[in-house]
């Protein structure tokens, strides 16, 4: 299994970003998709996941700090998750990975993650 994180960079608050992530090797529907991010001295943080359902379609979540700012969205045929940010502020200065999941609940908890990108920084200026 492997997950490409791209999309990263640099970005002045208030800007936006796109993070793309492209998943192989993986029965993608089946799993749920997440990023977390994380900066030195700190811990993993959840940023967002979507499950899907072949009868509701994906269901999303965010964390508090970035909801009404990041969209999470996936593409089935193309085994991609991307985060959309806008708005950014400094203090999403931080390295993105993204993750599957065939857990069901709990989905914030990066223990529950089976697998994982290679993280993509992204930095936003002030």
């Known amino acids: 299994v492997q997950l490409q994180a791209s999309g990263g960079g640099s970005v002045q608050a208030g800007g936006s970003l796109r993070l793309s992530c492209a998943a192989s090797g993986l029965t993608f529907s089946m799993y749920t998709m997440a990023w977390f991010r994380q900066t030195p001295g700190k811990e993993r943080e959840w940023v967002a996941n979507?499950?899907?359902?072949?009868?509701?379609?994906?269901?999303?979540y965010y964390a508090d700090s970035v909801k009404g700012r990041f969209t999470i969205s996936r593409d089935n045929a193309k085994n991609t998750v991307d985060l959309q940010m806008n708005n950014l502020e400094p203090e999403d200065t931080a390295v993105y990975y993204c993750?599957?999941?065939?857990?069901?609940?709990?989905?914030?908890?990066?223990?529950?993650?089976?697998?994982w990108g290679q993280g993509t920084l992204v930095t936003v200026s002030s």
């Open positions: 979507i499950r899907w359902s072949r009868w509701s379609g994906g269901a999303t």
């Open positions: 993750a599957a999941s065939g857990a069901s609940t709990r989905l914030w908890e990066g223990a529950l993650y089976d697998y």
